[in-house]
């Protein structure tokens, strides 16, 4: 049906950077919006930030000024560029995407996760 695969999880140390790519593949009829959550150990999953069809993105406070969320509509694929990386940061990183796709309307996609580490 539809498929979010993750790439560019790892270790990095604090202030360092790692960008994350998440591709979808399959019937898309079309993106509504894309995103990344991310959730620590013992911890509630939390919203990133999102980018809408329209091309307008938001961001959580956590983040704001550090990550950047981009996308290359003609791939199907969204970025998360994080930048002046903390120990904090650590979680696993979900992509999130809200699509209709063909035969099956309009639903709510989840990637498989990818752990981010930063050292101190």
């Known amino acids: 049906q539809v498929q979010l695969v993750e790439s560019g999880g790892g270790l990095v140390q604090a202030g360092g950077s790692l960008r994350l790519s998440c591709a979808a593949s399959?019937?898309?009829?079309?993106?509504?919006?894309m995103g990344w959550y991310r959730q620590a150990p013992g911890k509630q999953r939390e919203l990133i930030g999102t980018?809408?069809?329209?091309?307008?993105?938001n961001y959580a406070d956590s983040v704001k000024g550090r990550f950047t969320i981009s996308r290359d509509s003609a791939k199907n694929t969204v970025y998360l560029q994080m930048n002046s990386l903390k120990p904090e940061d650590t979680a696993v990183y979900y992509c999130?995407?809200?699509?209709?796709?063909?035969?099956?309307?309009?639903?709510?996609?989840w990637g498989q996760g990818t752990q981010v580490t930063v050292s101190s």
């Open positions: 980018v809408i069809r329209g091309g307008s993105t």
């Open positions: 399959g019937r898309i009829f079309s993106i509504n919006a």
């Open positions: 999130n995407a809200d699509l209709t796709v063909v035969g099956f309307g309009r639903n709510t996609y």
